[in-house]
């Protein structure tokens, strides 16, 4: 099994910054992509990046592309998400999740693993 915990969260102002960090433990030799995604109250989880094992292949939402950054520490078992210019609709909870089949995918029903998420709150 693996397990995931998500950390960095918290409450910033518009404008600002946060990096979110996903911890693998367990069988992390079974992990292949790593991906964020997130859910705001009353809407439904969606897709925010993913990177794939070697850190080669990412992948982005277009509400995120080119303020945020997935990246990943293979010898950590970590993987991050730097959050720029963050926005009031960036405001959601953000979880990281994982899969053991190598293909990056943007559903996350085809994630094998996740984590337990990061409240993530951009004020006005």
């Known amino acids: 099994q693996v397990q995931l915990v998500e950390s960095g969260g918290g409450l910033v102002q518009a404008g600002g910054s946060l990096r979110l960090s996903c911890a693998a433990s367990?069988?992390?030799?079974?992990?292949?992509?790593m991906a964020w995604f997130r859910q705001a109250p009353g809407k439904e989880r969606e897709f925010v990046a993913a990177i794939s094992r070697s850190g080669g292949s990412t992948d982005y939402a277009v509400s995120v592309k080119g303020r945020f950054t997935i990246s990943r520490d293979n010898a950590k078992s970590t993987a991050y998400l730097q959050m720029n210019s963050l926005q009031p609709e960036d405001t959601a909870v953000y979880y990281c999740?994982?899969?053991?089949?190598?293909?990056?995918?943007?559903?996350?029903?085809?994630?094998?693993?996740w984590g337990q998420g990061t409240q993530v709150t951009v004020s006005s």
């Open positions: 999740a994982a899969r053991a089949g190598i293909t990056i995918y943007t559903k996350g029903g085809l994630y094998d693993y």
């Open positions: 367990g069988r992390t030799f079974s992990i292949n992509p």
